[in-house]
């Protein structure tokens, strides 16, 4: 059992007060109930900070970029120039470096505040392409990864198979992506499906699989991807006309636009996440909203990159459903990608508070939970017991109470047993959940649970050591990497 001073049970409750919640061994919520003092709930574990909202879900990442954070900050160029400097390190890892610095990106994601990860998996294979001896030993990697961190896991097997829609072969780094054909691809997933990496008590970890892009996966194997998906009722997510030449050469050779090709491949349906979907025709919009596809936000790396601002309000008008990714890992920061989705709304419409913060939490967490195949997210009979508690202690978070909230702060005790502590406290609850979504940052995450277990603590990494140690190891890691680079 968990217990939390106050927490966020959803729209139509708000912030309740003394929240006792209890789950099953894997993790699952079995019953919140609230108004219960800590001393009448014997064994509860108390989360720590001031308000305690569900784990955000961080629904699209690609682990080894993080060793290129402010790396190319001083030269100019594009998306492409970039991709260069990544293929430079995709080029230099292996099972043991990959599965090092993938243990470290994740433990920064818990600190935080991510429960969830969506790994969009492309780095397969040896130098040259040679498979290793397992030919998924870089998916264990990540796997180990996941586990030894503690976070869930989403291991989104990428489908790699040309260097551009033209079909330009693969040849130097990329060659470690792709297996040769759609069935190679198909025949390589069906084994990892039925190998052990997902099994075990308390497991922590899921399949899903993913056309890279309209430029590396032809049609015939998006096609092979769409249908193993449906097959095994798998997540697929795929990046979506990330880039203008992407969509220019989608045009040139095939007369389609991507958002088209996947619709005629038969890849956009509810199980779908598409990645940035930046740059859309309005019947490509129609084609997400009325299949219902997830499209998942990456609002840094988008910045990052000079992608462009995606259009996220008419999609999520459309019917699509929004969750967040952080993606190259320009920073990992859920709040900043989180808030991101409103803040350049801004920016493209030159009006404020075109999203309310109650769905901007939902792509934040549930919409991750429903685009990486978990149960949906939220301090819920059914949901996943994961859950973030954030301090209002530091300068940044100070502010005006909020309606209802408790003289002496956000996370003042509210003493005695009467009314206050008996029912749930509606009033003010939006403009709390609007002060940490628009001010808070990973410095604020005082408590992370992932299935009910606590793995941040104060701020700390509970089993790995402190962070001042692991930012040491990391460091470590990507030197390591971009000196092998040279």
Not at 79 to 88: A, G, S, V
Not at 268 to 287: C, I, K, N, P
Request: proline share 4%; net charge negative.
């Amino acid at each position: 059992m968990l217990w939390a001073e106050r927490a966020w049970l959803g729209d139509e409750t708000g912030f309740a007060s003394f929240v006792l919640i209890s789950h099953d061994s894997s993790g699952l919520i079995t019953d919140v109930q609230t108004g219960r003092e800590l001393g009448s709930c014997p064994g509860a574990v108390r989360l720590g900070g001031d308000l305690c909202i569900p784990g955000f879900v961080n629904a699209h990442s690609h682990a080894f970029h993080r060793a290129l954070r402010g790396v190319s900050e001083t030269a100019s160029g594009s998306f492409w120039t970039w991709r260069d400097l990544m293929y430079k390190v995709a080029g230099v890892l292996d099972p043991d470096s990959y599965r090092e610095l993938a243990t470290l990106v994740y433990v920064e994601m818990l600190l935080a505040g991510y429960t969830a990860v969506g790994e969009f998996h492309y780095l397969h294979h040896g130098p040259n392409g040679a498979p290793y001896d397992d030919r998924n030993e870089m998916g264990r990697s990540v796997t180990s990864a996941a586990r030894a961190a503690g976070i869930r896991l989403t291991l989104l097997d990428a489908c790699y198979l040309q260097a551009g829609v033209d079909g330009t072969p693969l040849s130097g780094v990329q060659l470690r992506f792709g297996d040769g054909s759609g069935g190679a691809w198909s025949e390589r997933v069906s084994s990892l499906l039925e190998s052990d990496l997902a099994t075990g008590p308390g497991n922590l970890a899921r399949f899903g699989v993913a056309a890279h892009s309209v430029r590396a996966t032809p049609p015939q194997a998006i096609k092979t991807v769409a249908a193993l998906a449906a097959s095994e009722d798998l997540p697929l997510h795929v990046h979506l006309s990330e880039q203008r030449q992407e969509n220019e050469e989608c045009l040139k050779v095939l007369g389609l636009t991507p958002a088209d090709l996947l619709h005629d491949c038969g890849a956009l349906t509810s199980r779908t996440t598409a990645v940035h979907a930046t740059h859309l025709t309005t019947r490509d919009l129609g084609r997400l909203g009325l299949a219902s596809c997830g499209v998942c936000a990456c609002p840094t790396t988008e910045r990052d990159l000079g992608d462009g601002i995606s259009p996220y309000l008419e999609l999520s008008d459309a019917g699509a459903v929004l969750s967040i990714g952080s993606d190259s890992h320009a920073v990992i920061d859920p709040f900043e990608e989180t808030r991101a989705i409103e803040l350049d709304e801004r920016l493209s419409s030159e009006r404020r508070g075109m999203w309310k913060v109650v769905p901007l939490l939902a792509a934040g967490t549930s919409g991750g939970s429903r685009a990486l195949g978990w149960p949906a997210g939220g301090i819920q009979v059914g949901a996943a017991a994961d859950i973030v508690g954030i301090s209002f202690e530091s300068l940044r978070m100070a502010g005006r109470l909020a309606a209802g909230e408790p003289r002496g702060g956000a996370g003042a005790s509210i003493s005695g047993g009467g009314d206050a502590a008996q029912a749930p406290r509606r009033a003010g609850g939006e403009e709390l959940l609007a002060r940490i979504l628009f001010a808070a940052s990973p410095s604020e995450v005082d408590t992370v649970a992932v299935a009910g277990r606590v793995l941040v603590e104060g701020g700390e990494h509970v089993t790995l050591g402190p962070s001042r140690a692991l930012a040491q190891r990391l460091s470590r890691s990507i030197h390591a990497a971009l000196d092998a680079t040279s």
